[in-house]
Nanobody, 116 residues
Framework: QVQLVESGGGLVQAGESLRLSCVAS????????MGWYRQAPGKQRELVAS???????NYADDVKGRFTMSRDNAKNTVYLQMNNLKPEDTAVYYC??????????WGQGTQVTVSS
């Protein structure tokens, strides 16, 4: 059964850190390139970080140097370490495969709110 469960979000002040986790269940996610996406109110969902099966990463320009994505294939889990958070990072964060369409299955996401 395909399932994505994100956790670790919360309310923090600017400059603080959070670590998000996503447990992926189902053959679709086994060693697939994975991404962390976010959707802020009134905006489209965007890809902020991605990781290949062997750990190669890419980041959006506005999170580069602050966010670090990692994965533990044995646990079917991907992580997003977010440091020096900014109010503009406020969004619901989701994990999914890279290139997935908006009409595909998505988990419930985890809310990140950064106050100034």
């Amino acid at each position: 059964q395909v399932q994505l469960v994100e956790s670790g979000g919360g309310l923090v002040q600017a400059g603080e850190s959070l670590r998000l986790s996503c447990v992926a269940s189902g053959v679709r996610y086994w060693l697939a390139p994975m991404g962390w996406y976010r959707q802020a109110p009134g905006k489209q969902r965007e890809l902020v970080a991605s990781i290949t099966s062997n750990g190669g990463t890419n980041y959006a320009d506005d999170v580069k140097g602050r966010f670090t994505m990692s994965r533990d294939n044995a646990k079917n889990t991907v992580y997003l370490q977010m440091n020096n958070l900014k109010p503009e990072d406020t969004a619901v964060y989701y994990c999914n495969t890279v290139g997935v369409s908006s009409s595909s299955y998505w988990g419930q996401g985890t809310q990140v709110t950064v106050s100034s």
